[in-house]
């Protein structure tokens, strides 16, 4: 038996905790109710986008066109949500699939590597957004419970009176704070449950992992390669169709010039958590923890700048993400050079 | 002669039955071209006019100038994505110095010169970075150049805290709105830096190896070429291009906007560097071909525009555009 | 004897017009561990891959436990019985050990999901057969190329195969892992599936296999018991010589050299280099060539790419040209006088897209450049110089070397360091896969060279090209020098024992040298 190992999505949970109890002890309010209910609500359409990456990125691939699909999608879904909640939630996600499924025809028929055939779908569905939103932002309704996706706190019906009283203690502080959570991030949460079963638990999962590894040892393997690269690209498409139903809600408005850059937010997030960019390697928890890394930084700029203590702008968390995603990148191209070398 | 013409007439034969795809790949850009060109002729009001061929010259100029470091780049096998983001440095470093801002010169002419080589300088300087990271630890340029990607604009906006810098010098705005012979500045400077690229690629030893190195790089290695030398160069090649274009930005808006310089330039450069028939995977490269692909975008979205179709439409256009590049790239190569 | 469990007869295959097996045969009994040699090019892996199902055959028969078979994909084969382990390990090293017997066939819980407890569970107990105790948890790239070997035979035996094919397991293995391997070979003998074994080694052959299929040629050209063929007679008809008249003249264009053989060029001395060779060591004087043979795998390439710095060597010392030739990179080398043409001219010598005359200056340019430009004119006129004088036959200095045959390749990258002016050439199997006409010509232009006062040093499979074309010749086997012959007494017989035997006459021969 080896000993104990730390692996790279362990290291990145452990920062985030570090950072957590840093911005905890040094400013008030960091942890409060408001703040991170906040930053959970903002962040969760960045997490569903960067799940989706993941599983791209697993199987070796990657997914540009996250940014501007998710604009698409909430542009479709905005012209939907008349029609009620579900058909603004389902419009998105199809619009989204739909967007997913063409990359994965362009990847898995046309054989066109994934980096150019999802940068041509990126313009593409741009494009296409724009178009049908003639190039102005499309307001949701606000007649249909559309928007309480994005702006709801799902389970808050159920939060009791008594825990925002005087006695309510750490207990009843603890339900009420989670009780309270942003209805994106309880979507989000599910998401990545989800997709963590099958990642782990389902023969789907190890596949995309096994392409991802080797794609020419799964094909003798007698695994369908070509299935299980389609089936990324149309889960990408999906989450991606999800946080643009976010997106809409939340912001009242289904936004076609939005998007721009999510791609590399999602790519750093999947990094940063731990899984390798060639593929075949990662982890779907390490991928969340490192979206929430990379959100809180934001965060905790912003609080550094109330205290005055050293003003950063918020500017800094550019670099500082920058920062991160090199520390990742130099440390995993260290490990595998190490493993080679043992090899 | 030393062969027999026999043998010639073999190898020609040989030939002919690439000859339809060997034409597309060589002359289907510039075809493309002369089409979109001719259809305007007969279709677009007031197409031929020196105002039509300034406006279009004046959108491909960034573009192209970047897409000349990219196609260098491509050619080695390698991508660099942080180009939009050093051009946001190199914009944002400029104004400090022609405005005296950052430290006080003698006289404006070396405050201008100081305002156009330091950033153009200091934006290679940043490529050597992606170089390094790509050849020091074997990182894929598409990661290594994400970091700069995301930290490089970072650096251009703290470095002006955000804040846009609005200028009026006209002794700098010169490089991309003065106009010589009547053709806009920033035109002769794409043309110079295009034809000055196409040299070198074919005609110096440098370029050669370039080429040897995406083509095979252990066949390279092996012949002795200094493939990581070549590497880092191709890098710094492109930072320095990106530079120039981040300056001719900011001299056509009179303004520095870091959050704005160069923002999805990196997939603008790439379109133009693929529909141009640079091969992606290396060993192939034509730099005259990356400036006739992004003219054949460019006029395809002023043909679009100008006869009524909306502006979005030609991102739609474009995309299928990309993708038949690629498509027929492996159509050739099957 | 009982009924075969595989009968495959009269198997013919060709590609785009050259035949790759004539009429090849194989016989498998049940239970039974069967040698296939033969040299490059011979038809083994084609064979196998009409096994198996990557190739499809022209003509032939094949049947498989008493039944016609016919395999559309390896993975189909293997479910039928039939598994084959490449030489290069298809396993995925990121995955744990369990994942990769069970991949593709999870044992399922309800509602589909993966049932783990019991997949690590099987999987061990399955290795355990092998007497593997390894941790089935963790991925399986923490583990030694043995036992990834054993985890590649693990999966073969969960599809309950009856035969397994094994394309040269022991290639990157070590003296300790190799005997591991061979055990568990006999253990699945012993479970009753059959083996087909591939392998260069003789003495793993002998250790382990039941008979031999020897095959020359795209033909079978000799089925026998292990112990009723002896290692020399195994070797002269893989190599197909005649044992009693090998000939002395003849087969090559190669003429007695008639330069005057110079002093001390190179002198490798214990040259170990990864797991591939141990203790290598040779010589190459000025007007020389050396002829250094060896069967596949005993380290002849990484000997000479070590030499020319193209890969690190783990220890020994070179000396060139009277200095210091422990180089740090190919470009060093070059520059101390090196040339090196590689084994594999598509990967690692030309670059296709490229033309003649850029690929045969490739090396030279940087001599070519006057202020950083190409001087086109001298590059045209040292190519046409080329071309004109060892007959490189193409439509001119600008096609592209891809459109050349591959003899007009291998002389355009001869060239390319010949136009260095080199001390040194060092030439990986210099003639394969190259037509006879061509083959001549470029042996013809070796000895001019080393007429005129160059080294080379020379690799090859061909055993008349190292007896009639080298001065001197070492023999490789295993990784270690085991032989050095002189012009005068080397013959066909005496370097096939060395690579058949190797160690048994060494201290006769190279010992007083070292």
Redesign the interface.
Known sequence: MKGFRISPSMAVVAVLIVLTALGAWRYDGFIGAYNVQSVLRYNSMFALVALGMCFVIMTGGIDLSVGSVAAFASVVSAYLSPYGLLAGLIGGLVAGMLAGTINALLITRLKIMPFIATLATMLAASGTALLLANNQSVSVSYDTAFTALGQGDLLSFLRPEWVDGENAGLLGGALGFILGFPTPAWMALVAYIVGAVVINHTAFGRSVLAVGGGTEASRLMGLSVDRTIFSVYVISGAMAGLAGVILASQFGAGQPIEGVGWELFAIASVVVGGTLLTGGNGSIGGTLAGALLLGIIFTILNFENGVGWISLSAYWQSVVRGLFLFVVVVLQAKLSKRVQAQA | MPWPTVLIREAREQNNVFDRALFFQRYGVALAVVLLILFNFAVTPNFATAQTVAVNLSQICTIVIVGVGMTLVIATGGIDLSVGSLMAIAGALSPMFFTGQLLPMPNLYMAIAAGIFIPILVAGIFGLFNGWLITRFSIQPIIATLVLFIAGRGIAQVSTNGDLQVFKVPEFQAIAIGRVLGVPFQVWIMLVIVAAAAFVLRRTVFGKQVLAVGGNEEAARLSGIPVTRIKFLVYFICGMCSGVAGLIVIAMNSAADANLIGLGMELDAIAAVVVGGTLLSGGRATIVGTLLGALVIQLVRYTLLANGVPDPAALVVKAGLIVLAVWLQRQEQA | MTASLLSMQAISKSFGGVPALVEATLDIQPAEIMAVVGQNGAGKSTMIKILNGAYVRDSGSINFSGAPWTADS??QA??AGISTI?QEI??????SVA?NIF??R?P?RSF???D?SKMNADAAALLARFDVKV?VR??L??FS?AIQQMVAIA?AVSFDARLVIMDEPTSSLDEAEVSVLLRTVRQLKADGVAVIFVSHKLDELYAVCDRVTIMRDGRTVSVSKMSDISKLQLVASMLGRDLAEVKKKGATAFEEGSGVIGGELLNARNLAIGHRVQDATLDVRKGEIIGLAGLLGSGRTETARAI?A?DKKSGGSIAFDSADGNFK???D???AGMG?C?EDRK????????SVA?NLT??L??A??RS???D?KKQRQIVERF??DI?I????PD?KIK?LSGGNQQKVLLA?WLCMNPKLLILDEPTRGIDVGAKAEIQNLIRKLADEGLGVLMISSELEEIVEGADRVFVLRDGRTVEEFNHGDVTEAKVMHAMAHGTDQRSQGTEQRV
């Open positions: 390896p993975q293997q479910r490449f298809n396993l995925i090293g990121y995955r994942e991949l593709g999870e399922r589909g999901f993966v783990w941790d963790e991925p790239e923490n190329t999966r020319f193209a990179s190919p470009a080398a070059i520059a090196y590689s990967t690692q010598g030309i670059v296709p897209g490229m850029d490739l090396a340019m940087p070519l450049a950083g430009m190409l086109e071309i004109q007959g036959k193409c439509a001119g096609q459109e390319r």
